[in-house]
């Protein structure tokens, strides 16, 4: 069996800023806290709580003044004011392109501009750029709620930097067809576009592909719907989620990972596929 690793695979900028400045953190404070998962991924958070991170989901159960990391997803303000107001040392860890969104939302609102956010309403990235634009913004998942909109507004689209770029477009073509006075700014992260490019391009060549990383992470599941509809799939957080049985008469796999999966993580799938094709 032949075994391709996709060449973006492992962690994305973003993510590698955030966990090199996590460690670095940990080896400097021996602890800190943090709302929410810093990054979609179960192994390395878990790895990180060892070392000293408490994960809180109540920005009230931290301790005044102790040390706080913002994920790498961002924070929505009305916690960041709280986190401020409890004089918390805050180390913002935030992916440098969602904190662009920010300044870029801010801005837009300033000036008056109904923001729409197209993006996963769940996402702590889109929760934080919601909290920025506030009553004057919307979340936009799918081409149905569009028809909700009252045309009449000027509106500036952003985008979540792990959205699906096919629905992005499907949701923006829809949009332009009833308004001219739409801004809209892709905000797409452009290492998730090339790792999808990329994905596919790999998914052509083989007659299986493995996609590694959070069951929770939004960049892993749109790689693992997208290569899916090319080639069978599957999608692991690590190689005890593998099922041997699926590589029957497979000869060609491709392991692909989403952003937030750890390189070693990548490379331990590919030993493991390595080992059962010598047995």
């Given at each position: 069996?032949?075994?391709?690793?996709?060449?973006?695979?492992?962690?994305?900028?973003?993510?590698?800023?955030?966990?090199?400045?996590?460690?670095?953190?940990?080896?400097?404070?021996?602890?800190?806290?943090?709302?929410?998962?810093?990054?979609?991924?179960?192994?390395?958070?878990?790895?990180?709580?060892?070392?000293?991170?408490?994960?809180?989901?109540?920005?009230?159960?931290?301790?005044?003044?102790?040390?706080?990391?913002?994920?790498?997803?961002?924070?929505?303000?009305?916690?960041?004011?709280?986190?401020?107001?409890?004089?918390?040392?805050?180390?913002?860890?935030?992916?440098?392109?969602?904190?662009?969104?920010?300044?870029?939302?801010?801005?837009?609102?300033?000036?008056?501009?109904?923001?729409?956010?197209?993006?996963?309403?769940?996402?702590?990235?889109?929760?934080?750029?919601?909290?920025?634009?506030?009553?004057?913004?919307?979340?936009?998942?799918t081409p149905g709620e569009?028809?909700?909109?009252?045309?009449?507004?000027?509106?500036?689209?952003?985008?979540?930097?792990?959205?699906?770029?096919?629905?992005?477009?499907?949701?923006?073509?829809?949009?332009?067809?009833?308004?001219?006075?739409?801004?809209?700014?892709?905000?797409?992260?452009?290492?998730?576009?090339?790792?999808?490019?990329?994905?596919?391009?790999?998914?052509?060549?083989?007659?299986?592909?493995?996609?590694?990383?959070?069951?929770?992470?939004?960049?892993?599941?749109?790689?693992?719907?997208?290569?899916?509809?090319?080639?069978?799939?599957?999608?692991?957080?690590d190689i005890n989620e593998?099922?041997?049985?699926?590589?029957?008469?497979?000869?060609?796999v491709g392991i692909i990972?989403?952003?937030?999966?750890?390189?070693?993580?990548?490379?331990?799938?590919?030993?493991?596929?390595?080992?059962?094709?010598?047995?």
């Amino acid at each position: 069996m032949n075994i391709i690793i996709g060449k973006s695979s492992g962690f994305c900028s973003g993510v590698q800023r955030a966990i090199k400045g996590a460690t670095t953190a940990l080896k400097e404070h021996k602890k800190f806290y943090c709302f929410g998962e810093i990054i979609h991924n179960p192994v390395v958070v878990k790895t990180l709580k060892d070392m000293g991170m408490v994960v809180v989901s109540d920005i009230t159960k931290v301790p005044d003044k102790s040390w706080f990391v913002i994920r790498s997803h961002g924070l929505q303000i009305e916690i960041y004011k709280k986190a401020v107001e409890k004089k918390l040392e805050i180390f913002d860890l935030t992916c440098p392109k969602v904190k662009k969104i920010h300044r870029l939302v801010t801005e837009l609102t300033g000036k008056g501009r109904f923001i729409l956010i197209i993006g996963n309403p769940s996402h702590p990235e889109v929760k934080a750029i919601l909290s920025l634009a506030r009553e004057n913004s919307r979340v936009i998942e799918t081409p149905g709620e569009l028809k909700t909109l009252t045309f009449s507004e000027q509106y500036a689209i952003v985008v979540q930097t792990t959205f699906n770029p096919e629905a992005f477009l499907e949701i923006v073509h829809d949009i332009i067809l009833f308004t001219k006075k739409t801004i809209i700014y892709n905000t797409l992260c452009e290492e998730t576009i090339k790792r999808q490019k990329e994905s596919l391009q790999l998914a052509n060549e083989v007659d299986f592909m493995v996609v590694v990383g959070g069951g929770n992470s939004s960049n892993t599941k749109t790689l693992y719907n997208t290569v899916k509809k090319r080639v069978p799939a599957v999608h692991i957080e690590d190689i005890n989620e593998l099922n041997m049985k699926l590589f029957k008469d497979v000869k060609n796999v491709g392991i692909i990972s989403g952003a937030s999966a750890p390189e070693n993580e990548v490379k331990k799938v590919y030993e493991y596929l390595t080992g059962f094709t010598k047995n």
